[in-house]
T-cell receptor, first 113, second 114 residues
Framework: GAGVSQTPSNKVTEKGKYVELRCDPI?????LYWYRQSLGQGPEFLIY????????DSGLPNDRFFAVRPEGSVSTLKIQRTERGDSAVYLC???????????FGPGTRLTVL | DQQVKQNSPSLSVQEGRISILNCDYT??????FLWYKKYPAEGPTFLIS?????DKNEDGRFTVFLNKSAKHLSLHIVPSQPGDSAVYFC?????????????FGQGTTLQVKP
């Protein structure tokens, strides 16, 4: 079956611009996570959705970051007024309810010039 | 404060030998641990996991050991194969009964030489 997909695979933008990153989870997975991975580091948790609601957004670095999952499937991570420090690989993962293991997408590499 | 630490950035092993990757954690509330493998330009792939109620879990060539008193886990790969060359991340969670978010270590790059 299809895995987690993320689009675009690469995004280059200029400082101050707005970007949207999309995640299509595995069909039927109710839990969805966003992580951010900087060079030489492990993935860092951003936000967790259970269904349509953000159950834990404690990892979002500031109010420039926002994520939605309006129909409980596809999710969009939105970053306003991008800064050079936002440059990283943004990873999305999904899992079935009550499942510990998470299944990751290939990530979106965001570069802010 | 890094709650999950992988102190060895890299490891090089000869094909056929054992690879041992180590991970330490600080939070005793973690109750589930996972290992992920990552190839360049791909997302992490789940490898093996262990619940805190166990001290060992085995799946083919991969075995994970958990020492709760030392807050230490390790991944053993026997025998190592060139295709195992990748970055390995250990991760911890408070379990799916909580949010299930994973806290990752920094990763260890494993190179298996033919």
């Amino acid at each position: 079956g299809a895995g987690v997909s993320q689009t675009p695979s690469n995004k280059v933008t200029e400082k101050g611009k707005y970007v949207e990153l999309r995640c299509d989870p595995i069909s039927g997975h109710t839990a969805l996570y966003w992580y951010r991975q900087s060079l030489g580091q492990g993935p860092e948790f951003l936000i967790y959705f259970q269904g349509t609601g953000a159950a834990d957004d404690s990892g979002l670095p500031n109010d420039r970051f926002f994520a939605v999952r309006p129909e409980g499937s596809v999710s969009t991570l939105k970053i306003q007024r991008t800064e050079r420090g936002d440059s990283a690989v943004y990873l999305c993962a999904s899992s079935p309810l009550g499942y510990n293991e998470q299944f990751f997408g290939p990530g979106t590499r965001l570069t802010v010039l | 404060d890094q709650q999950v630490k992988q102190n060895s950035p890299s490891l090089s092993v000869q094909e056929g030998r054992i690879s041992i990757l180590n991970c330490d954690y600080t939070n005793s509330m973690f109750d589930y641990f996972l290992w992920y493998k990552k190839y360049p330009a791909e997302g992490p792939t789940f490898l093996i996991s262990i619940s805190s109620i166990k001290d060992k879990n085995e799946d083919g060539r991969f075995t994970v050991f958990l020492n709760k008193s030392a807050k230490h886990l390790s991944l053993h790969i026997v025998p190592s194969q060139p295709g195992d060359s990748a970055v390995y991340f250990c991760a911890a969670s408070y379990g799916s009964s909580n949010t299930g978010k994973l806290i990752f270590g920094q990763g260890t790059t494993l190179q298996v030489k033919p």
